[in-house]
Structure formats: C-alpha cells, structure tokens
C-alpha cells in the first residue's frame, strides 16, 4: 500500500467511544476541511481555480455561512458566481428548444435531453469539500483494512468499540469484501455482523426506555442511557451528529 495510512487516527477514532468511528473521523475532516477554505487557502489562486470549478454542495454551503467568515465567503463566492454565470450564459445561448443537444462525444446523453438542466445538474454532482473529505475518508477506509490484514489486535480494538452507524457500515463491509482474502473476510465478518446485531439492539433499547420514560408511571425512574437516545439512534441509523453545535471561526 503505497498511500498514507491513518493508523493513530484510525485508533483514536476506535476508542473515542462514539457510535461510530468514522463519524467520528468524517466530522474531523469536515471541519479541517471548513476551516481550511476559508482559513487563508481562499487568496490562493489554486485553490480558488478549485472552489471556482467544484463548487460546494447546499449542506457545506450552509456550514460555510455559518462558519462565520463573511469576507472570505464573499472572495470564494465572487469567483465562483462569475464562473456560474459565464458557464450557465453559454448553456442557455447554446440551447434551442426541441433540438437534440449537441454534447461533446464522451457525454452521456442527458435522459430529458434539456442540456441546460443537466448542465446545472452536473454542477450540483460535486462539492470542493466533499471532495477533499471523500479522498482522506477513503483511505482511513482502507487503512482500517489494511489493520485487520496486518495488527492481530486490531480486532479486539474493534469489538471492543460501539461499532459502527448503518451508512458507513456500506464503506466499511464493501472495503472488507474486496481488501480481505477469503479466510481473512470468513474470519472478519461473523465479528462484525455480531457486533451490529448487539449493538443495534442496544439501540433499541435506548430509544424504546426513552418512550417508556415519557410514561407519567416512570417519571421517577432511572433514564439510564436514554437521555441523548434520539441524536445516537440517528446517527446509527444515517450517520452524522443532529446534536452537534453549530460550527463557528473560534476567531
Ligand atoms: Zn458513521
Ligand atoms: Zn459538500
């Protein structure tokens, strides 16, 4: 493997007691990543060559507003309009109602064959953020295969972890299936479908006390591990921290 691995990561991610470990990971890269566009990377004109052509999704977007930067927010935006604005004025010149659309060779023909929809779908395909996340989550991803293939007690690291949320459960077992030899995945997978079953179940648990608990008969009773059981079940269940604060410039 010739790309870096995040082994400490991996691990701290592993006993941070989350729900999730790469929850736990994505929120790290989707902060430093926050951080980083509109730390001082945005006056950098190959970085702004990137956000200009990449754009970002609605979700980080919003996180960008929130973040708190509104002249840095206002460089990225300045570039990035005019190169939407540009690009979407060439679409609409270019399109003539009822004809087929006239598309490079290596495009995939658009399926309502409105060229100016898909335009602005495809634009709306990619994120600079999520992109710069998605390259380090993959390899902490492979990393995590990498481990079981060559740290005997990584395993135990895992079983003794909450497991994993449902969505990255997806990467995880895809990861596992195509990195893991036949013997090594015979040996992997009965831990971890186990260990999704159990703590699923736990889940379950929390969420149904935490229903009980609304009962005027157990007001007085413990709420043991149900206060917080809405955000957990979510985040088992799509991944992700509902909970979590805003993120801000700590400036
Ligand atoms: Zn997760
Ligand atoms: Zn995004």
């Known amino acids: 493997m010739k790309e870096k691995l995040y082994t400490i990561e991996l691990h701290d991610a592993l006993q941070a007691g989350d729900e999730c470990p790469f929850c736990w990971l994505e929120r790290k890269l989707e ?21 200009d052509r990449q754009g970002f999704c609605r979700k980080h977007t919003k996180m960008m507003f929130d973040y708190g930067n509104t002249l840095g927010n206002a460089w990225i935006l300045k570039t990035r309009l005019t190169y939407v604005r540009e690009k979407l004025k060439k679409e609409m010149q270019e399109y003539t109602p009822g004809a087929a659309p006239k598309r490079g060779l290596f495009k995939k023909k658009p399926e309502n064959g409105n060229s100016v929809a898909e335009w602005i779908r495809g634009e709306e395909s990619h994120c600079y953020i999520c992109k710069r996340m998605d390259d380090t989550y993959r390899r902490m991803v492979d990393t995590f295969v990498y481990q079981v293939k060559h740290e005997p007690e990584f395993v135990d690291m895992v079983k003794a972890s909450k497991g994993f949320c449902v969505h990255h459960f997806a990467d995880l077992v895809e990861a596992c299936g195509e990195g893991l030899s036949q013997k090594e995945q015979e040996q992997l997978f009965p831990v971890l479908f186990d260990q999704m079953n159990r703590e699923l179940d736990r889940m379950q648990g929390d969420i149904d006390w935490m229903i009980e608990k609304f009962d005027y008969v157990n007001k007085d009773k413990d709420w043991k591990n149900s206060k917080d059981a809405v955000q957990r079940t979510m985040q088992k269940i799509v991944g992700g921290y509902p909970a979590d604060p805003v993120f801000r410039d700590k400036k």
């Open 31 to 51: 902060q430093s990543a926050i951080e980083f566009v509109l730390g001082s990377s945005y006056m950098e004109s190959d970085t702004r060559d990137a956000t």
